[in-house]
């Protein structure tokens, strides 16, 4: 145990044990529990919709009044038409005063429209109006410049369980002085070393918990997970095919753009093929892969190819090569949930 668990042991004993000890002479007061602070207002649900040349965007969460420290999912849903190019945003692990996690994504088409879902759950330990920061997606419109949409930002109200202002009504008379009956130093010594082994087993608590906070995914740990996650959906079986090459292959540019920091998912094949021959880190077989990977994909979303189901394992199995042959530490293909080295 640290020095500073120790300061917080010897003063929450010397405490107990003071109290103990004077616990005879004082008349007893009632316990009461402080009220909770009351929202100001009902809840409703939130949808915040943005919409810029040729994207839609909307925002949308099940209520806009939270307590403290709970959980509130968001669900963003962008649709593109043909002629418009996308990039996700990369939300990371907190926004403002929220911690995010739990970061789902999924693509499918609508016609010839293109509908990109990112789900992902909010946390927060502040109180009172708190206010969750604006969206922005970038994409190439339909006039074939960049733009950026901003969706929110969304307010919210966060109710504290402890806390609220003082009311006296909620305080009885005292009845009159309660004999109570020492238990003697055995019982303080015991209630002094009970709240020095709580207080340094929540000490531990918290710096675990911040410190697994504090480790980031690393890309190629986060590509592995999602194609792991990919292959238990099950879409090869049920004969999804083309869903299955969208999301196998926007895994794989959003793989590139976090390890070589290349701007894949809003450009053309051609385009991003461009780019990744220009990077030092990608050499030429697996540019040769990459490219081989990627007209693949492109015939089964924009020519209608429909594969086998061996080709389609192979697409994944290409998918996890070129993310383990392109990581430049082994260490950093360690992925959570048993993900596929």
Not at 28 to 57: C, F, K, M, N
Not at 65 to 83: K, N, R, Y
Not at 297 to 323: I, M, N, W, Y
Request: aromatic share 6%.
């Amino acid at each position: 145990m640290n020095s500073r668990a120790l300061r917080v042991c010897a003063l929450l004993a010397a405490v107990a044990i003071t109290s103990s000890s004077s616990a005879q002479s004082a008349p007893a007061t009632p316990a009461v529990t402080p009220p909770s602070t009351v929202a100001s207002r009902p809840s409703s649900a939130i949808a915040v919709r943005a919409e810029g040349d040729g994207l839609t965007a909307l925002l949308t969460a099940p209520a806009d009044v939270i307590e403290v420290g709970s959980e509130l999912p968001f669900t963003l849903t962008l649709t593109a038409d043909a002629a418009t190019t996308i990039s996700q945003p990369d939300l990371g692990s907190s926004r403002g005063p929220f911690d995010v996690r739990e970061v789902e994504r999924d693509s499918r088409r609508d016609g010839e429209a293109r509908i990109f879902t990112v789900q992902f759950v909010a946390t927060t330990y502040a109180a009172g109006q708190v206010e969750f920061p604006a969206l922005e997606v970038d994409f190439k419109g339909r006039d074939g410049n960049a733009h950026t949409l901003s969706i929110g930002p969304i307010p919210l109200e966060v109710v504290s369980l402890v806390g609220g202002e003082f009311d006296p009504s909620v305080y009885r008379d005292i009845k009159g002085a309660i004999d109570i009956d020492d238990g003697g130093w055995m019982t303080r010594v015991f209630a002094g070393v009970g709240v020095c082994v709580l207080a340094a087993l929540l000490i531990a608590l918290d710096r675990r918990r911040k410190a697994t906070a504090a480790i980031p995914m690393s890309a190629a740990a986060w590509a592995h997970q999602e194609l792991e996650l990919l292959e238990r959906d099950g879409l090869i079986e049920r004969g999804e095919v083309h869903r299955f090459w969208v999301r196998l292959s926007g895994t794989v540019r959003e793989y590139v753009e976090r390890q070589f920091s290349i701007a894949a998912p809003d450009q053309t094949t051609n385009e991003f093929l461009a780019h990744a021959s220009a990077h030092h880190a990608i050499d030429a077989s697996h540019r040769q892969m990459l490219e081989r990977f990627l007209r693949a994909a492109d015939g089964v979303k924009f020519a209608a190819h429909e594969p086998r189901q061996d080709e389609c394992l192979t697409g994944l199995a290409s998918a996890h090569a070129f993310v383990r042959e392109t990581t430049p530490s082994q260490s950093d293909e360690t992925a959570p949930m048993g993900a596929t080295p």
